[in-house]
């Protein structure tokens, strides 16, 4: 308990399993609490325990079913807000619909601004969240948000790999600065992909920008979907002379052809973190799941004793 405020953690169904992680870092009980839904659908949540006054955290991504769960989660935050919680922060480790940041044609919706709106009318006094798509979409919320970074975490793993002759590729121009701050702390260069995308979930490559000859590739992004743009991305890789090539993200998201792509690909490893859960027929032995527990559990502690969170940003 800090300034008169107990820590409780909740979860949602999204991903109970970090939940447990992080409960099992803090050395905190799970809240108690039950999702039902009704035969229509509807969903229906009770919080099992009383919660006046409590500095409250819900973990909840908003990974598939999207929909569900983004639903069920306001629905959380209005039962924890209407059970006189202390205040309510909502950790979504993947923040869905975050792909629709800006308009890009006339009459396009922006479903991230869409998403922070309701999030902070159901009630929800803070957002912590991992790796945005966007960073911009920090600012189309008027409450407090933490955005906390995955690259660190993987940074850390191909560092004890120990790739001599490496180098970083952003699969495309807009992933330029994730890729160069992963490139600094791995210590080697920077190399881009040039594609577009002439329509959702699809990407055609136009151009690679640097020199990837001989050198083993780690393929660098926020999310993999369908995995079109990593698995199309290694391909051109090779026939310009890298030597192997590796890809990793924060959110594995891999729907729809993702898992055959994969197994199909020339990619030797893909490494992922548990942001959004990694579904049994999913698992593969390409697949490496580092997990952000311990990143996410240090965020609750400095946010509940009212510390600095900047040094996990780092």
Partial sequence: MRNGRELKIFAGSANLSLAKEVTGYLDVPLGLSEVKQFSDGEFSVYIGESVRGSDVFI??????????????????IDALKRASAGRINA???YYGYARQDRKMRARDPITAKLVADLLTTAGADRII?????????QGFFNIPMDHLLGIPILAKYYLEKKISNGVVVSPDLGGVTRARELGDRLQMPLA??????????????????????????????????????????????????????????THAVLSGPAKQRILDSPLKEVVVTNTIP???????????VLSVADLLGE????IHEELSVSKLFN
């Fill in 59 to 76: 973990v909840q991504p908003l990974c598939h079913p999207v929909n569900d769960h983004l639903m069920e989660l306001l629905i959380y």
């Fill in 91 to 93: 950790v979504i480790p």
């Fill in 129 to 137: 969240v991992m790796d945005l798509h966007a960073g911009q979409i």
């Fill in 192 to 249: 881009i992909i040039d594609k577009r995308r002439p329509e959702p979930n699809v990407a055609e490559i136009m151009n690679v920008i640097g020199d990837v000859r001989g050198k083993e590739a780690i393929l660098v992004d926020d999310l993999i979907d369908t995995a079109g743009t990593i698995t199309l991305g290694a391909v051109e890789l090779l026939a310009r002379g890298a030597k192997a090539v590796y890809a990793c993200c």
């Fill in 278 to 288: 990694l579904n049994g027929d999913l698992k593969l032995d390409k697949i490496t």
């Fill in 299 to 302: 965020a609750i502690k400095s």
